[in-house]
């Protein structure tokens, strides 16, 4: 079994940074695929950030310029270093990995965090 533990969230005033980090422990062999996805209120979950193990990375349009996802493989932690935040960047902020549980199968399964609240004032 895996866990991802995410941390890091909090209250900010517009224009203001904040660093949300993501460790992940338990059965892990291998991570694949790190990102962060976030969900306001009312609306649906969707991608902020991703990045592969490789550290090629993905944003979407709305962060891009302003957010930098980074990992440390070694440690099993992604990261995402949220600038210039604005209000419309309130929301929960989930951890999301591909992970290889097992040394005999190559199948990864889908991990998620529980998550952490962002919320920016204006």
């Known amino acids: 079994q895996v866990q991802l533990v995410e941390s890091g969230g909090g209250l900010v005033e517009a224009g203001g940074s904040l660093r949300l980090s993501c460790v992940a422990s338990?059965?892990?062999?291998?991570?694949?695929?790190m990102a962060w996805y976030r969900q306001a209120p009312g609306k649906e979950r969707e991608l902020a950030a991703a990045?592969?193990?490789?550290?090629?990375?993905n944003y979407s349009d709305s962060v891009k310029g302003r957010f930098t996802i980074s990992r440390d493989n070694a440690e099993n932690m992604v990261y995402l270093q949220m600038n210039r935040l604005k209000s419309e960047d309130t929301a929960v902020y989930y951890c999301?990995?591909?992970?290889?549980?097992?040394?005999?199968?190559?199948?990864?399964?889908?991990?998620w965090g529980r998550g952490t609240q962002v919320t920016v004032s204006s």
């Open positions: 990045i592969t193990r490789g550290g090629d990375t």
């Open positions: 999301y990995a591909a992970v290889r549980s097992s040394a005999v199968s190559s199948k990864s399964f889908d991990s």
């Open positions: 338990g059965s892990v062999v291998r991570i694949y695929i």
